[in-house]
């Protein structure tokens, strides 16, 4: 989808659609805007519903200050112009009060980046700005002041968080990962205790997931293909939704031949990902002209020493992942649908994926469909693609209740003779 060729209305309504579908703003919170070349700025209006904007219900600010639309523009427009004044390079701004980067609002602190490699990327540098009365100057400036200093994205007192970047969709990338940072460290806080990356091993994460292959033009799509394509960019979107994956972050891919597979793109939003985004390996090749997810090189040793496994998924649900950055061990024996669909869930150390790929391609026996790597993802296996995304859903919906069970009493596992139970009768 080419995005950045729609017009500002139609950026600033689907974006709000997807803040406010994701659960990350109400009716009446959250504002977003863009500021065009010549410095008129397009916002969206105070007072509106924000789960059913259209495009001509967004505000019209002329650089001159004249207002052109059907309402007033938020209340929080002059922050976004201090923003802007401060920070020219910035052409887009959203604000909203998700539950996770306002309860780091309450507490005033900034979520940890570097839990998981590639975060503090995206992210970038996170600011904290004193709270202010809303819709005043004098919090504009307080949130101008954390920006001018080199901040991408700034955690308000008692508010929310506003993140700035060269345009809406990149705005709403490091958002929705600062969020996903917060929901990761507030999960994994209830688990134990979260232990992040050191710098060295963001560099090394950066420097070794290059992958460079060779390139070829396919010379057709036959049938099979074309419905893998549909199937896969159907559960992609899927796991959007159902937050399992962001925008930046999951992988997907799906066995074609002996030799064969699709995989989802590198840096290719993952909500709006269409049939054609998604790049065809051959004899380890890539698709002219596409890059592939960096983690290609595990789907392929997989595929290649697992002839059982016809469907990959690398994600990072932030429940799951509350057990790969803490010292805690998931364990299946939670219900029957959990432990008959993951058995045992190995976790794997830093670094498994992209320093030795063969090795941790065979860990994925008919046994071991599913494996945590320490800070860093869940690796789902299965035998079609809908069944390895049921595993993944599984494994994130269990880790949920484990999550939740620290607040309410003592974790009671299915036991030693039930599990034997379950292993005659559904097979071990």
Not at 222 to 237: F, H, M, S
Not at 329 to 358: H, N, Q, W
Request: glycine content about 8%; overall charge negative; hydrophobic content about 40%.
């Amino acid at each position: 989808m080419d995005y950045e060729l729609l017009p500002p209305a139609d950026q600033i309504v689907m974006t709000m659609d997807r803040i406010y579908g994701y659960g990350m703003t109400t009716t009446s919170g959250g504002n977003l805007s863009i500021r065009e070349e010549g410095g008129d700025l397009w916002i969206t209006p105070a007072g509106v519903d924000k789960g059913s904007l259209t495009p001509e219900d967004i505000m019209h600010v002329a650089a001159d200050g004249t207002v052109t639309g059907p309402h007033r523009p938020s209340v929080e427009l002059p922050f976004h112009q201090e923003i802007y004044r401060r920070r020219p390079d910035l052409r887009a701004i959203v604000h909203a009060h998700p539950p996770a980067l306002v309860a780091f609002s309450l507490v005033r602190r900034i979520p940890d980046t570097s839990l998981i490699p590639n975060m503090h990327r995206v992210c970038g540098e996170v600011g904290l700005a004193e709270y202010g009365l809303p819709g005043s100057g004098g919090l504009g400036e307080k949130i101008a002041r954390v920006f001018a200093a080199g901040s991408s994205a700034v955690i308000l007192e008692n508010h929310g968080a506003v993140v700035g970047a060269s345009d809406l969709r990149k705005a709403f990338m490091s958002f929705e990962t600062l969020d996903f940072c917060a929901r990761l460290e507030i999960d994994a806080s209830r688990m134990g205790k979260p232990s992040g990356l050191s710098s060295r091993e963001i560099a090394l994460s950066a420097q070794k997931q290059s992958v460079t292959l060779e390139e070829f033009t396919p010379s057709g799509h036959d049938a099979a293909e074309r419905r893998a394509r549909q199937e896969l960019v159907a559960l992609i979107r899927r796991a959007c939704d159902q937050k399992l994956f962001t925008s930046t972050q999951g992988t997907f891919s799906r066995r074609l031949g002996e030799r064969s597979f699709l995989i989802t793109p590198y840096l290719v939003d993952r909500k709006y990902l269409e049939l054609g985004d998604l790049v065809r390996i051959d004899d380890g090749r890539r698709e002219a002209g596409k890059t592939p997810s960096r983690s290609v090189r595990l789907h392929q040793q997989i595929y290649a020493r697992q002839p059982h496994v016809n469907a990959v998924i690398i994600a990072h649900p932030p429940s799951i992942m509350a057990f790969a950055v803490t010292s805690e061990r998931f364990d299946s024996r939670t219900i029957p649908e959990c432990y008959l669909m993951l058995r045992s869930v190995p976790k794997l150390p830093f670094g498994a994926t992209f320093l030795d790929p063969e090795g941790t391609a065979a860990v994925f026996t008919p046994a071991v469909p599913l494996a945590l790597v320490q800070n860093d993802c869940a690796v789902v296996t299965g035998a079609t693609l809908i069944q390895a995304f049921d595993r993944l859903e599984v494994a994130e919906y269990s880790a949920r209740a484990l999550v939740a069970c620290r607040s309410l009493g003592e974790v009671v596992m299915i036991d030693a003779s039930q599990v034997a139970e379950l292993d005659r009768a559904f097979g071990g």
